[in-house]
């Protein structure tokens, strides 16, 4: 898992202007990757990429609203030269369209993301998940995340990275954000953004004598696909919920599925992760340890 315990220079302001990717032509966008982190690691977090993928098709189809986004994170993303967005139009109708957002740097694809929008109707039928009922923020663990602006407590866990902390497959995050965005795509991609955060140490909580405090000295970590579903209206103030259970690992991948609430208890988002977790290569001496998956 990457967090951002490494870039407490950031700013949750600075995050939504990475995030804004910005028209360079013909069904094109571009994007910075932001700083290095204090720790000197390179990889820029897929779902920075996947946010900055949703906000250039939301630019595309201006009068629709993005429902989900399926990211693939087939090649990491560097922090340095900027991330190019190529979007293929599939199909573009009166209540919906669908792209595939191909992400390169330096000429070369490295994440692709297929994004579904539509316009949206109004209610034939309406229910949700309800919120799981787990201690409030008041009652969380504050987390070692730093990023102004942001706040992230977790439920019955202190140090989310340590192996010696066991319990079941699930983790439960409190996050508050200032300022929250206003815009419609912004919102959606700060919602996508934590989605890949803390599925890896979901996972591995279930299991004694590792942790993510490992990752990338012994043990070889990294999200490979997100997917996300945005259930309208997604707006909130206050405390959001990220619900995270790991339904299976084996095999040198985990899968984890999620869910987003508002601290009333409405529902804004689901999503899923499949990570990889596998013994570190450490015949792979050309590539610098900060930057391996």
Known sequence: MTTESDQAQWTVEGLLELFDAQPSGEGRFTAPTGPAGEDDR?????TQVLAQAIVAVAKRFPEKSVRSAHAVFARAVMVGPPVEFDIDVISEGR?????????????KRC??????TDVPSDDVIRHHLPRPDVAGPADANVAQMP?????????DVVDVN?????GPPELYAWLHYDP???????AKALLAYFTGHLGISTTMRAHEGIGTAQAHLTVSTAPMT??????EPVRWDGWLLYSHESTQVGSGMSYVRGTVHTESGEMLASFSQDALIRPLRTTDTAIKEQSRL
């Open 162 to 166: 340590s192996p010696d902390e066991v």
């Open 42 to 46: 390179q990889v820029v977090e897929g």
């Open 111 to 116: 994440i692709t993301a297929t994004v579904f």
């Open 180 to 186: 929250i965005p206003t815009r419609d795509d912004l």
């Open 147 to 155: 990023m102004a602006g942001r706040q992230v407590r977790l439920v």
């Open 95 to 107: 209540s919906t369209a669908t792209a595939v957002v191909s992400a390169s740097q330096n000429g």
């Open 226 to 231: 997100v997917t996300v579903s945005f259930h």
